[in-house]
């Protein structure tokens, strides 16, 4: 595992502009995060089920694009993935995150003061901590926290995402929470970020594109339309159809950057994986989108064939979701999230 996430991500960074001496520090950090897994060879299936992949490789990928910049890489991952029991694999995240935080001077004073909330002794749900760095040429990665408000039972997922939000000063927020049908994660900017963001993410089964016009609630951000629009494209909807997505429902993200109350920040997220045949489809879907925002699309194209030479009609899931983010002062970006297939290549999909 170790072996193949590192040639992932430095064929990333390489495409990113990242330095070979820097990337090859972040495959090291990436893989002594991930724990024992790392070692793990591939022909073995994994220890236990990851609920950030589809085949739980423990690691996702992502390139966001802006109109005239090269594209910002993230990678995503569950460290101690599978290691020991529930509460084994949480506490050993925790340290892991901690080191990687001291090693680069990353305040995690945020996390710390919610850390009982949802890291508890005996942790439920599908996951209790992942980590996600962004990867800047040059300079420290920024770091994120994602957090499960399931960890104490799905039916106390909402009282501990109100608790967190007045512990951290976000008293307007926690007042008028974005609505959904599941508070999925709660995730927590860590450092030097130019604004940090606590970032609220809920899902919407069954959602129609018409549907997707009421989700944005952020000041000045996408428009109905443009919501609309970029959900038929990215999931395969004709001008005329106004289907429900009724597989694996579309996400949203509500990021608030002080304590007014009002998301400073929102992102749409469409699993295209589940609602195109192949990844060949997936890529001209990605292709108009990235063409609507003036964006060049060969960085993608060249990710793709950096993660796997496999072609894209072999499977369907190397782009897993298409996502459309706004923030305050910035263009709109488009983010292609990327799966490591690991462990497995999904077949394409039969209609």
Partial sequence: MGAHTARQLLALC????????????????????????????????????????????????????????????????????????????SLLAQRALHRLAGHWGISTEQLDAVSDLFLPDEPQGAFSLWIALELLPGSAPRMKAYLNPAANGAQHAERTVRAALRRLGHHHAEADLPEGDQLLFLALDLGDWPEPRLKIYTTHHGLTPTGARALGRMPGGPTPDELESFLRT???????????????????????????????AFTMYVPVRDYARHDGEVLDRAVLLLDRHGIDPAALRDALGALTPRPLEDGVGLISYLALAHQDGRSPRVTAYLSSEAYRVRPPNIR
């Fill in 14 to 89: 390489d495409l990113a502009g990242l330095g070979a001496a820097e990337s090859a520090a972040y495959a090291r950090a990436v893989n002594a995060a991930l724990g024992p897994v790392s070692e793990r060879p591939l022909n073995l299936p994994p220890v236990l089920p990851s609920f950030l992949s589809d085949d739980h490789t423990p690691v996702e990928f992502s390139l966001s694009f802006s109109p005239g910049r090269a594209p910002t890489l993230r990678v995503l991952f569950e460290p101690a993935s599978g290691f020991g029991t529930p509460a084994d694999s």
């Fill in 234 to 264: 990215a999931a395969g909807v004709a001008p005329r159809d106004n289907p429900r997505l009724a597989l694996r429902p579309v996400q949203t993200c509500h990021g608030y950057t002080d304590t007014t109350g009002t998301a400073r």
